[in-house]
């Protein structure tokens, strides 16, 4: 039973961190319908420049935080504008194509800049162990995920509660009648990708502190940040966390009491069992058939 | 149609007569990635040309193609032509099940799906280490007996010989497959799935054929890259091929015969030209890529054809 709890507690952790890592592709993803095959790499780009800035500058976290965040909402405003908007309305092919030779030429120019070595992003966390009854945490990790249900809070009101939320949820719903109400969606669509730039970058540095920051891990990333997008059903924050929770509890579990060697096929048969039996996700709307 | 046959007969003539001229182990070795690349090219602009769906896991079958010649020429000692005509039948059984699955699902959701199949199989082939040796792989696949006379170069131009035996069946089918009532009707469906479906076609049906006849031809390549290589480990699941599939697929031009064609050889020598920039070539190879979806979105044959148009109109102007 000890063992069963301490699993579970592992499983929400890394839930959680899923649903992190998987909030700036529900944006691009689940509502632009971008195949963004380039996710993981700018997780990679947050990681890195997050470790740049702790380690070799030595700034404060947060402050390097919010570097980050800004300049990754600024590299994905720029990739909008000059590249995906130029396929838009063409169909997934080209914008699929058109990600993966971006995210090849980030992998590649990051190895050439920093290497194969694994990075760490300096953390301002002690990593104490915390005993809550039969279970252990780090209170870096526990912190982590008060940080992401933070994050996972404000970018729900946002795109709830604020107008340019109301003008993003308005574009992709209808982008012709949201022109007509006077809204100008190129500055949406811009604004949406940096937003999901901006979480992915966020989420690489915050996860580089717990792991590590590299360089080839953004395939990685990419697939489980899509196989928790769909378990939750498109374009939901409510879908993303639990679509991450579900992914981190079942590979915790399935690690601990069948095999290890077969975890990462979980996250990819619960997807192929869950398009078969839900194809609108736990969370999606119904209109938002597979 | 005519011009398609023609290019693909003065291709054929080309690749037969290009030995004659080039010597060298390294242009042979080239030749034969080009035959191998032109199988998977075709094999998988079968679907994303003539299904109109996008298979991002098609390694699969090249995988499992490549593994079945593998380990039925190693441990059953089966011959070449015993093994290549398996890996199809296997090939396509893989097909047939993977394809009744993802081929309810579209768009966005058939991508991944297909993916996460891949994805499955190289697990297992990393996993299974009975069967499949794990990461080590499979190595020391007897070679053919057509193979071992003669020295390295002979041995080459075999090979190279064989591949153009294989590329050729498998365009000949593509091409009497896509001309078919078959192809016609998934180009049909492809073009307007609702009209297609309103004159009697059911759109799931052909699109499960042509992808079972897609999956036998990649794993008929899987098997002539398990026999050139003589290795087969885990990465023929990878991502690496899909991505040189779908480039030499999308920039040759989707839904001709001739694109892929012309796709698998262009993609080809560029990496090899890449090769003289060493830690770039990845970086520019990226580029590349961002470039050609950017400046060809259609395709160097989607291009040609529209400039070939264009002329016409011009020239029934100006007449």
Known sequence: MDLFLQLLANGLVIGTFYALSALGLTLVFGLMRIVNFAHGELYVIGGLLGWSLTDQLGLNFFLALAIVVFALAVIGYLIDRFMMSRVRGQGEEPTILLTIGLSIFITNTALLIVGTAPLKVVSPFANKPLFLGPVVLTQSRLMLVVICIAIILGAHLLIQKTSIGRAMRATFQDAMAAQLAGIRTAHIYGFTFALGAALAGAAGMLLGSIYVAQATIGGLVSLKAFVVVILGGMGSFAGAIAGGLILGVAEALWGGYVATGYVDAIGFALVIVMLLLRPYGLFGKHNERA | MVFERNFLLAAFAVAVLVPLVVQGEYAMHIGVLIMFSVMLATSFNLIVGYVGELPLGHTAFLGIGAYVAALLSSTFGLAFHWTLICAAVIAAIFGLFIGAITLRLRGPFFVIVTLCFAEVLRLIANNWIDLTNGPMGISGIPKPDWAMSGDVLQ?????????????????????????????????????????????????????????????????????????????????????????????????????????????????????????????????????????????????????????????????????
């Open chain 2, 155 to 319: 041995q080459k131009v075999s090979f190279y010989y064989v591949g153009i035996g294989l590329a050729a069946i498998t365009l000949y089918l593509s091409y009497r497959f896509v001309y078919s009532n078959i192809g016609r009707a998934a180009i049909a469906v492809r073009e307007n799935r609702f009209v297609a479906q309103s004159v009697g076609i059911w759109p799931f049906y052909f699109g499960l054929v042509t992808f079972v006849l897609a999956a036998a031809i990649s794993g008929v390549a899987g098997g002539y890259y398990a026999y050139y290589v003589s290795f087969v480990g885990p990465e023929v699941f990878g991502f690496s091929f899909m991505i040189s599939m779908l480039i030499m697929v999308l920039a040759g031009g989707k839904g001709t015969l001739v694109g892929p064609v012309v796709g698998a050889v262009l993609v080809v020598l560029l990496e090899e030209f890449l090769r003289d920039f060493k830690d770039l070539r990845f970086s520019i190879f990226g580029l590349v890529v961002v470039a050609v979806v950017l400046f060809l979105p259609q395709g160097l044959m989607g291009f040609i054809t529209k400039r070939h148009e264009a002329y016409k109109v011009r020239q029934a102007r100006d007449a």
